[in-house]
């Protein structure tokens, strides 16, 4: 099928419906398969976010939400969902890295507290 086929919309329905009923793997291939088919639906992008995010797939996510952004559609409660969905993904890969960071100079510091102890019973 050429990009843009009105016969997308099969899948764009069967992922919607997977969606909704929080099957969210199935609902990721079903919408996919239509992005192929019009890469300039914005429905299609809007809920490839979602699916991605709640399968944890935050890079993927992070990309559609942009993508969708991009997209510039007038729907401005989708536009503001989106916008809180890429400060929120955003920020959780923030905060993971500095949770990395803490726990990693949590244990630098038990190895040095170790290591002095180990000294100190060789005395």
């Not at 990721?28 to 890469?39: C, G, N, R, S, T």
């Not at 699916?51 to 939400?65: F, R, V, W």
């Not at 942009?66 to 559609?73: D, I, N, Q, S, V």
Request: with cysteine.
């Amino acid at each position: 099928m050429r990009s843009g086929s009105t016969w997308h919309w099969p899948y764009r329905t069967l992922g919607l419906a997977h969606y909704y009923l929080k099957e969210y793997a199935d609902a990721e291939k079903a919408l996919k398969q239509a992005e192929k088919m019009d890469p300039s639906d914005s429905t299609v992008i809007y809920y490839l976010s979602y699916c991605c995010d709640h399968l944890g797939q935050k890079k993927e996510a992070i990309s559609y939400c942009r993508r969708y952004l991009a997209m510039k559609t007038n729907d401005a409660n989708r536009n503001k969902r989106i916008h809180k969905k890429l400060l929120a993904l955003s920020k959780t890969k923030s905060a993971k890295n500095k949770n990395d960071a803490l726990i990693n100079k949590f244990f630098r510091v038990i190895d040095s507290v170790s290591r002095d102890l180990n000294n100190f019973n060789k005395e």
